[in-house]
């Protein structure tokens, strides 16, 4: 295992950069990242977040597996610094985050006393950050501030992580051999085109229905996940129609055309990269329609749309896969999101390549 310190000679450091954009440029490849959180928060790097606060966040986004120690000493100024803020703001109420830091250190309790203890208001909003409102919340509050204590918690995690990589091995396995067994797939039904045994379209649905078949193994769906994968056709007018679909059978089908722009299909019609929507009932791209609205928000969740075969900035076909779990589909890097771009790509190749044979 290689440790990544920025005061050891072999720390990446790309020229032309400034020390803050070097230490989140590190954070490319990190497979493990350790935070120590005690009372100094540092200078400010992202407008009101420090520079390890927004390494903490680069870590995250790029999938590293986190590792968070809080000082017992800050968690306890953690909790009356929050109670003291909410108070402040009640007399402040457009008083900026750093604004209410700057107050709050003003207070006794608070006040700065350099090197060892510096901007506690700003270090409780980061300890919020990183315990609150997101999956990957676990944190141990009761770090000593010792090197021992520290060891004891970060080598507990790792043999953990260690036990878990064994069941993301075997998960990269089947992922890997259900992808292959749809490249497969795709050769042989090509063949059955050019044979003119099958259509491009009923290749294509029939490659669809494969994939149902390896939706646990290719996009990490539990079984009962209510889930839906269809394909859209850009048509005349720029109207976007399903030409092939699986889904759970709760679902009702409806198959409504999109038009180029608008929801969550139109909107990925216009990309060059996947859209990806946590959750689809919360967002701007939700369907107003009084209809479908209250089916739609509890079936629709989290969705991932792959744009295929753009022209002049049209896509001439959209894969779309979506499951009624909130927070599936979170980030470009995933792997559920990369395996539903591969599968896409694989989909648009049966029906590029297969409208060259039958001559569409």
């Avoid at 004891?152 to 396995?173: C, G, H, P, Q, Y």
């Avoid at 990806?276 to 991932?304: G, Q």
């Avoid at 909130?326 to 049966?350: C, D, M, N, Y």
Wanted: net charge neutral; with cysteine.
């Amino acid at each position: 295992m290689t440790v990544r310190k920025s005061d050891d000679p072999g720390f990446p450091i790309t020229a032309g950069v400034t020390s803050h954009d070097a230490c989140l440029r590190a954070m490319e490849g990190v497979h493990v990242c350790i935070v120590l959180i005690g009372t100094r928060f540092g200078g400010l790097a992202g407008g009101s977040k420090s520079i390890t606060w927004m390494e903490y966040e680069a870590a995250r986004e790029l999938g590293a597996y986190p590792i968070v120690l809080i000082h017992d000493q800050m968690n306890d100024l953690a909790v009356s610094i929050s109670k003291a803020r909410l108070l402040l703001a009640k007399k402040h109420p457009h008083a900026t985050e750093v604004d209410l830091d700057s107050r709050l250190r003003k207070k006794k309790e608070f006040s700065d006393r350099k090197p060892m203890i510096d901007n506690l208001p700003g270090q409780q909003r980061f300890v919020d950050a990183v315990r609150k409102g997101h999956v990957d919340n676990w944190v141990h509050n009761e770090w000593t501030g010792t090197t021992r204590d520290a060891l004891m918690w970060i080598d507990a995690r790792l043999a953990t992580l260690l036990a878990s990589t064994v069941d993301k091995f075997a998960e990269l396995n089947a992922r890997t051999s259900s992808l292959l067994r749809l490249n497969d797939a795709l050769m042989v039904l090509l063949r059955d085109v050019l044979d003119g045994r099958r259509s491009r379209l009923d290749a294509v649905q029939s490659l669809l229905v494969m994939t149902e078949s390896f939706r646990v193994q290719l996009f990490g769906f539990a079984t009962n996940d209510r889930y839906n994968m269809s394909i859209f056709m850009r048509g005349d007018r720029d109207i976007y129609q399903s030409i092939a679909r699986r889904s759970h059978a709760a679902i009702v089908r409806h198959d409504r055309p999109w038009r180029i722009g608008l929801g969550q299909v139109g909107t990925a019609a216009t990309m060059s990269e996947p859209l990806i929507t946590r959750d689809l009932s919360t967002s701007s791209m939700r369907t107003t329609d009084p209809v479908h609205r209250e089916a739609d928000h509890e079936y629709y969740k989290s969705v991932v749309s792959v744009p295929l075969l753009a022209n002049n900035g049209k896509a001439d076909l959209v894969f779309m896969l979506s499951t009624d779990r909130e927070g599936h589909f979170h980030a470009a890097r995933q792997p559920e999101v990369l395996t539903a771009v591969a599968v896409g790509h694989i989909l648009g190749t049966l029906w590029l390549v297969g409208g060259h044979i039958d001559g569409h």
